[in-house]
Structures are given as structure tokens and as C-alpha cells.
């Protein structure tokens, strides 16, 4: 059982700047690929990046040029870097990791807020 535990939603003004992290319970090079997704209310849950295990990266155009996937595979971490905040940012952030027997892993969600 792989689990993944999210950290550093929270509260920043318009423009500002946050760093998710999702820490998973195994090395993360065993996984075929790993993502960040959003879920804003009464929406649906949408790819936010991805990133597979040789380093491609995948971004939603609305957040292309402002986030950031990243990994530190020494600390079994992936980070999504958020720059330049805007409202429609708010959303409840979940992290997810596939492996190479097409099974899907979610983190628990972490709250995305940015004031206007």
C-alpha cells in the first residue's frame, strides 16, 4: 500500500507564491509517472502537471509558466512550485502517483486559497 501525504496548502494573496509537497511512502522512481491535480467547488478534479519517471513534464495551459513540478527522489518528494497566485488558483490540491501495474494513488487533498 503506497501512501502519499500532502503539505503546504494554505492562504496567500493574488500574486504570491506557495509550495505543495507530496511526501510517498516508497521510492518515488519506482512509479511510472506522478501528478498534481485540482479540484475547485462544484467543479471537476482537473491535471494540474505531471511528470514521468524520466523527467518529461506535462502542464495545464492555465498554470503553464507559473508552477513548477518538481522531485527530490533522495527525499521521496515531489513539490508543485505555484508562482504568480490568481483566484481562479483556489482549489483543494491533490497529489497522485501511477505505477507500472496501472494502479492510481491520491493523496488526501490540501487547501489552495488566494485572496484578491
Known amino acids: 500500500q503506497v501512501q502519499l501525504v500532502e503539505s503546504g496548502g494554505g492562504l496567500v494573496q493574488a500574486g504570491g507564491s506557495l509550495r505543495l509537497s507530496c511526501a510517498a511512502s516508497?521510492?518515488?522512481?519506482?512509479?511510472?509517472?506522478m501528478g498534481w491535480y485540482r479540484q475547485a467547488p462544484g467543479k471537476q478534479r482537473e491535471l494540474v502537471a505531471d511528470?514521468?519517471?524520466?523527467?518529461?513534464?506535462n502542464y495545464a495551459a492555465s498554470v503553464k509558466g507559473r508552477f513548477t513540478i518538481s522531485r527530490d527522489n533522495a527525499k521521496n518528494t515531489v513539490y508543485l512550485q505555484m508562482n504568480s497566485l490568481k483566484p481562479e488558483d483556489i482549489a483543494v490540491y491533490y497529489c497522485?502517483?501511477?505505477?507500472?501495474?496501472?494502479?492510481?494513488?491520491w493523496g488526501q487533498g490540501t487547501q489552495v486559497t488566494v485572496s484578491s
Open positions: 511528470m514521468t519517471t524520466g523527467g518529461s513534464t
Open positions: 516508497r521510492m518515488i522512481f519506482s512509479f511510472k509517472s
Open positions: 497522485s502517483f501511477a505505477d507500472w501495474t496501472y494502479n492510481n494513488y
